[in-house]
């Protein structure tokens, strides 16, 4: 069940991932919203071609949990949505298999803004 | 001075003031911190796969991803996520770590102007982009998927 290759892995891809994105925030000085949707993208076309499913077979974790995955997911469920219910599914399917981190990412920080308060201007004024 | 090489000038200038990003540590701390969000993700995908056999695998990595997020959002109140960020650039900013970061940070920051213009406006600085291009993208791929 623990299979401690999975971590491995897990830790090797998802480090080499970042490790290319910081190599572009070192070259380019891209911003963070820039090089969110890059990557988005970039997820989105691995998942078209088809090349995203066995690449997540082979490191898990380090698959889905960069912002990649997330550009998968969106795209797998535009395109298994399109199939299954036909035209309607085009516009249904992204956000409904991408609902769940959306959905728990505008809760949870709605939530946490109002139960705390900005720590970065702390004694900086 | 005509204004190519006044520009090229204060560009140098920019270049000099800039805060030097050194290569090699940032790339192997960049490294570093996105491997360990990408294991503790694995961690808890197996702790869920584990208490829930018969969820489906995509179900789990829902949770998952739904867990990681909600502990970010706890980070970034408690100011501990900036901390990460600054260290790990990149590796911070690539895992849905970076995502939801990137949805409670200004919520938080903006508190002051109010709940709505500052909370719920300001939530969608950096997040808007890519959920927009997240939507337009799944469907231009939904479209792709009417022919394949």
């Known amino acids: ?125 | 001075m005509d204004k190519e090489k006044r520009n090229t000038s204060y560009n140098l200038y920019v270049d000099a003031k800039l805060p030097k990003t050194k290569a090699w540590p940032s790339l192997f701390k960049a490294f570093l911190v996105g491997g360990i969000i990408c294991a503790i993700g694995q961690g808890f995908f197996d702790i869920y796969s584990y208490f829930f056999p018969n969820l489906a695998e995509s179900e789990i990595t829902t949770c998952m991803l739904m867990t990681i997020i909600f502990i970010t959002c706890f980070l970034t109140g408690l100011g501990i996520y900036d901390v990460v960020g600054a260290w790990g650039g990149a590796g911070s900013v690539i895992p849905i770590t970076g995502f939801s970061n990137s949805i409670s940070s200004p919520s938080i920051e903006f508190k002051k102007e109010g709940i709505i213009y500052g909370i719920c406006v300001k939530m969608f600085t950096i997040a808007g982009p890519v959920i927009v291009c997240g939507v337009v993208g799944s469907i231009v791929c939904g479209i792709v998927g009417l022919f394949i």
Request: proline residues 2%; positive net charge.
């Open chain 1, 1 to 125: 069940m623990f299979n401690i290759w999975d971590y491995v892995i897990s830790f090797l891809v998802g480090g080499f991932i970042c490790f290319l994105a910081q190599i572009l925030v070192i070259r380019t000085k891209i911003t963070t919203a820039r090089i969110l949707v890059l990557f988005l993208i970039i997820g989105m076309v691995l998942e078209v071609f088809n090349i995203y499913a066995p690449f997540k077979e082979f490191a898990k974790a380090g698959a889905s949990v960069p912002i990649i995955g997330f550009g998968a997911s969106l795209a797998r469920g535009a395109i298994m949505a399109t199939k299954e219910y036909g035209l309607i599914g085009i516009f249904t399917g992204g956000l409904t298999a991408a609902s769940g981190g959306i959905a728990m990412a505008i809760f949870a920080s709605f939530i946490f803004a109002l139960i705390f308060s900005s720590k970065t201007k702390r004694g900086g004024h």
